[in-house]
T-cell receptor, first 115, second 115 residues
Framework: GDSVTQMEGPVTLSEEAFLTINCTYT??????LFWYVQYPGEGLQLLLK?????DKGSNKGFEATYRKETTSFHLEKGSVQVSDSAVYFC??????????????FGKGTHLIIQP | DAGVTQSPTHLIKTRGQHVTLRCSPI?????VSWYQQVLGQGPQFIFQ???????GRGNFPDRFSARQFPNYSSELNVNALLLGDSALYLC??????????????FGPGTRLTVT
């Protein structure tokens, strides 16, 4: 079945540091890939997405590139801020038509940015 | 436009009881999916409803059921509650399965505690 593996947290960085959160996936089809962010006490917000190989999703200074050859979708940001502190989830959607398009999530990475 | 809304926000139940959670999708969205997020884990897909029919189901027992109404709102029902059902229950809406690059919009969730 489909699965998503992302680096364990918490990840603690200083403000303005470079961020990388690794994500790899296993899928039977050709999935779309997502990063979601969850702030304390809130639901999930879509951060960025990519629907085909070599696509780069970007939003709010975050980027991730769909790498089919390495089955990866690593999240990066050049200079993090305290407000980026949250839990980040990598997810895939392997919908092939006719059924449900439920998302498969990784376990999440808790990011803590210190001033 | 209002986003996805869920009620109640928090709920405390006793083992063996039954619970009903509610979700209203974004206006114009006809698909609702339910996810369970246990503390410290990523969300897990429970099932998806589209046009009032179940489109697919994750690995959850029959104690979990749902329905979708003509206005596309949805109820999640859980019978014979177990301690392990304590979780954040997330509702996500989308236009239709596979539509809009598979993008799903999440509500704030209902925090269920089973004692």
């Amino acid at each position: 079945g489909d699965s998503v593996t992302q680096m364990e947290g918490p990840v603690t960085l200083s403000e303005e540091a470079f961020l990388t959160i690794n994500c790899t996936y296993t899928a039977t089809g050709y999935p779309s890939l997502f990063w979601y962010v969850q702030y304390p006490g809130e639901g999930l917000q879509l951060l960025l997405k990519a629907t085909k190989a070599d696509d780069k999703g970007s939003n709010k200074g975050f980027e991730a590139t769909y790498r089919k050859e390495t089955t990866s979708f690593h999240l990066e940001k050049g200079s993090v801020q305290v407000s980026d502190s949250a839990v980040y989830f990598c997810a895939l959607n392997d919908y092939s038509g006719g059924g449900a398009d439920g998302l498969t999530f990784g376990k999440g990475t808790h990011l803590i940015i210190q001033p | 436009d209002a986003g996805v809304t869920q009620s109640p926000t928090h709920l405390i139940k006793t083992r063996g009881q039954h619970v009903t959670l509610r979700c209203s999708p974004i206006s114009g969205h006809k698909s609702v999916s339910w996810y369970q997020q246990v503390l410290g884990q990523g969300p897990q897909f429970i099932f998806q409803y589209y046009e009032k029919e179940e489109r697919g189901r994750g690995n959850f027992p029959d104690r979990f059921s749902a329905r979708q109404f003509p206005n596309y709102s949805s109820e999640l029902n859980v019978n014979a509650l177990l301690l392990g059902d304590s979780a954040l229950y997330l509702c996500a809406s989308s236009l239709a399965p596979g539509a809009d690059s598979y993008e799903q919009y999440f509500g704030p969730g209902t925090r269920l505690t089973v004692t």
